[in-house]
């Protein structure tokens, strides 16, 4: 299973986002974390973001499909850390 790590930030935090990707090219698994530490500001709702991200994922929904549902701001740039997430995964696809 191949992966690719890239940092990204968010209100002035800067995350490390790993994605695991299948055999086929198909995206596996995202895991996100801030740089800092284990317990920071976003901490829980960044594991949780995954975790549902992932869910999503096996069950075939695309990153393009999620990335339709997400807050965005006027310039279209993602509203939140999740939308954030989502669109580094098409990015990084």
């Known amino acids: ?4 790590t890239s940092v990204f930030v ?3 935090v800067r995350f490390y986002l790993t994605i ?3 055999n086929d ?6 895991l996100a ?14 594991q949780d973001a995954c975790s549902l991200i992932n869910e ?11 990335s339709e549902v997400v807050g965005r701001m006027p310039d279209g740039s993602p509203a ?4 954030n997430i989502i669109f580094h995964l098409i990015e990084n696809q």
Not at 1 to 4: C, F, L, R, S
Not at 25 to 30: M, N, Q, S, T
Not at 56 to 66: A, G, I, K, Q, Y
């Open 80 to 83: 939140s850390i999740i939308g």
């Open 56 to 66: 999503l994922l096996r069950r075939f929904v695309s990153p393009e499909t999620l």
């Open 10 to 12: 968010f209100e002035g």
């Open 33 to 46: 974390a801030e740089q800092r530490y284990y317990g920071g500001i976003f901490s829980g709702v960044v």
């Open 1 to 4: 299973m191949n992966k690719k």
């Open 20 to 22: 695991r990707f299948h």
């Open 25 to 30: 090219g198909r995206i596996a698994e995202v």
